[in-house]
Structures are given as C-alpha cells and as structure tokens.
C-alpha cells in the first residue's frame, strides 16, 4: 500500500475510473448481445431497435474515453453488417 498522501489519492481516483469504465464496458456488451440475440432468432425489426441503441451507447462509450474511437467504430459497423445481412 502507498504510504504518501498523493500515492493513496491515485489509488482511490483509480479505483473509482475503473468502475466507472467497468460499468460502461459491461453496458455495452450487454447492449451488443441483445443485438446478437435478435439476429440469431431472425428477427429484424428487433434487431434494429436494438442496433441503435448500442450504437448509442457505443458512441457514448467512446466519448468518456472508454473505447478508442476507431474501436467504436469497428464495433458499430460489424453489428450494422451483421443486422443488414439478415433476409
């Protein structure tokens, strides 16, 4: 453990950005297997409701520093292909 006072401040200010990020990854994978789910089942029109929320939440993502830009962008086109791709 730190023993000087700005050492333990960063390991607090550190612990606190982690789960902030933790908190906003998870939301994203979360929001991204909904979109996976609709897919698999078929079903297109869900599949687009979710995609925009997860583009929203990737965007959001990416705008906190959370992801790097390009990620973000990587992850919504491969969703968007994949949701265009069903019949």
Known sequence: MANIKSAKKRVLVTQTKTARNKAIRSRVKTMIKKV???????????????LTTAISEIDKAATKGVYHKNTASRKVARLTKAVNSIA
Not at 36 to 50: L, N, R, S, Y
């Open 36 to 50: 996976d789910a609709a897919i698999a089942a078929g079903d297109k029109a869900a599949a687009q409701a979710c």
